[in-house]
């Protein structure tokens, strides 16, 4: 069982990025899926989260209007849609499984049992 992140990178502030994650192993088209991010010497951070069936979302303050969280459940794939990037979003990002089904949004990363390796994502200014 396993999540994998992609399409981290290097892009001017201003600019766009899309983050995918594909599981594999099972499905996890009950559980909510979350993105976090963690910058260096920082704490891990909430970023975007999406109920088992997409009718939920939740998102941190400081991405709130700038990032998009979907899923496809078919494809057993959430994507983190990212746009007008800052400096400050620099981070290795984190897709998420929560460890239980069909549970509401949760916020905190204790709540997520299953983790992917992380992406790199940097935004010069």
């Known amino acids: 069982v396993q999540l994998v992140e992609s399409g981290g990178g290097l892009v001017q502030a201003g600019g766009s990025l899309r983050l995918s994650c594909a599981a594999s192993?099972?499905?996890?088209?009950?559980?909510?899926m979350g993105w976090f991010r963690q910058a260096p010497g920082k704490e891990r951070d909430f970023v975007a989260a999406?109920?088992?069936?997409?009718?939920?979302?939740a998102y941190g303050d400081s991405v709130k209007g700038r990032f998009t969280i979907s899923r496809d459940n078919a494809k057993n794939t959430v994507y983190l849609q990212m746009n007008s990037l800052k400096p400050d979003d620099t981070a290795i990002y984190y897709c998420?499984?929560?460890?239980?089904?069909?549970?509401?949004?949760?916020?905190?990363?204790?709540?997520?049992?299953?983790w992917g390796q992380g992406t790199q994502v940097t935004v010069s200014s």
């Open positions: 192993g099972r499905t996890f088209s009950r559980n909510t």
């Open positions: 998420a499984a929560d460890g239980a089904s069909f549970r509401g949004i949760g916020r905190r990363a204790i709540e997520y049992e299953t």
């Open positions: 999406i109920n088992w069936n997409g009718l939920n979302t």
